[in-house]
T-cell receptor, first 115, second 114 residues
Framework: AQKITQTQPGMFVQEKEAVTLDCTYD???????LFWYKQPSSGEMIFLIY??????QNATEGRYSLNFQKARKSANLVISASQLGDSAMYFC????????????FGSGTRLQVQP | NAGVMQNPRHLVRRRGQEARLRCSPM?????VYWYRQLPEEGLKFMVY????????ESGMPKERFSAEFPKEGPSILRIQQVVRGDSAAYFC????????????FGPGTRLLVL
C-alpha cells in the first residue's frame, strides 16, 4: 500500500521569496510516479509537476521544481519567487505499482503568500 | 481545448434521494477516474474506468455507489439513497492513453445532503 505524508498543515511565505513544501512517501513498488497539484479557494485541482521514479533529473516546470530524493523517499515542491496567486492548498500524490493508476493523496499544505 | 467537464457543479439532495454526477473527459482521453474529497482532507480514489469497462473499483463503497462510462456520453457516478456522510466534493479526472502518467481534473461536483 502507498502512503503520502505532508507534515506541514500550513505555511507562510513572503511575496517574491522561495518556499519548500514537504512530501514523503512510502511504497514497496520500484516503479511509481509523484505529482503535485494545487487547489485554490475556487476548488479546482490544477496539475503542477510530475516526477517518475526512474527519472534521474529533478523535474522543473517554470517556477516549480521537485526536489526528488529517492533514498529518503521525499519529493518536496519548491516554488521560487512566490506570488500572491500562489496562495492555495497544495497536494502531493503518488501513483504506484505496475498497472495501477489510482493516485494516493496526502492531506495537503495550505500556503499563504503575504505581500 | 476544453478541459474535463463536470456537472452539476453543485448538487443538493435530501437523505434517501439519488445523486447522479456526470463527467466528460478531455478530448482524446479515454480513461476516467473518480475521487472524493471530504472537507479539509485530501482526495481519495474511488474508481477507474475506460469506455464500457471498470478497471479498478477498489475505492468504491460496497453499497449504494456505482459508476459507468458508456461507449457514448459522459461517465456517471451514481449514489443511491444518499446519507449525510456522502456530502463531499467529487472530482473526475481523465488521462489520454494507457501509459500517460498525468491525470487532469475537472472542477468537481459539490454534493450536499440535507
Amino acid at each position: 500500500a502507498q502512503k503520502i505524508t505532508q507534515t506541514q498543515p500550513g505555511m507562510f511565505v513572503q511575496e517574491k521569496e522561495a518556499v519548500t513544501l514537504d512530501c514523503t512517501y512510502d511504497t514497496s513498488d520500484q516503479s511509481y510516479g509523484l505529482f503535485w497539484y494545487k487547489q485554490p479557494s475556487s476548488g479546482e485541482m490544477i496539475f503542477l509537476i510530475y516526477q517518475g521514479s526512474y527519472d534521474e533529473q529533478n523535474a522543473t516546470e517554470g517556477r516549480y521544481s521537485l526536489n526528488f530524493q529517492k533514498a529518503r523517499k521525499s519529493a518536496n515542491l519548491v516554488i521560487s519567487a512566490s506570488q500572491l496567486g500562489d496562495s492555495a492548498m497544495y497536494f502531493c500524490a503518488m501513483r504506484g505499482g505496475t498497472g495501477r493508476r489510482a493516485l494516493t493523496f496526502g492531506s495537503g499544505t495550505r500556503l499563504q503568500v503575504q505581500p | 481545448n476544453a478541459g474535463v467537464m463536470q456537472n452539476p457543479r453543485h448538487l443538493v439532495r435530501r437523505r434517501g434521494q439519488e445523486a447522479r454526477l456526470r463527467c466528460s473527459p478531455m478530448k482524446g482521453h479515454s480513461h476516467v477516474y473518480w475521487y472524493r474529497q471530504l472537507p479539509e482532507e485530501g482526495l481519495k480514489f474511488m474508481v477507474y474506468l475506460q469506455k464500457e469497462n471498470i478497471i479498478d473499483e477498489s475505492g468504491m463503497p460496497k453499497e449504494r455507489f456505482s459508476a459507468e462510462f458508456p461507449k457514448e456520453g459522459p461517465s456517471i457516478l451514481r449514489i443511491q439513497q444518499v446519507v449525510r456522510g456522502d456530502s463531499a466534493a467529487y472530482f473526475c479526472a481523465s488521462s489520454p492513453v494507457r501509459n500517460s502518467e498525468t491525470q487532469y481534473f475537472g472542477p468537481g461536483t459539490r454534493l450536499l445532503v440535507l
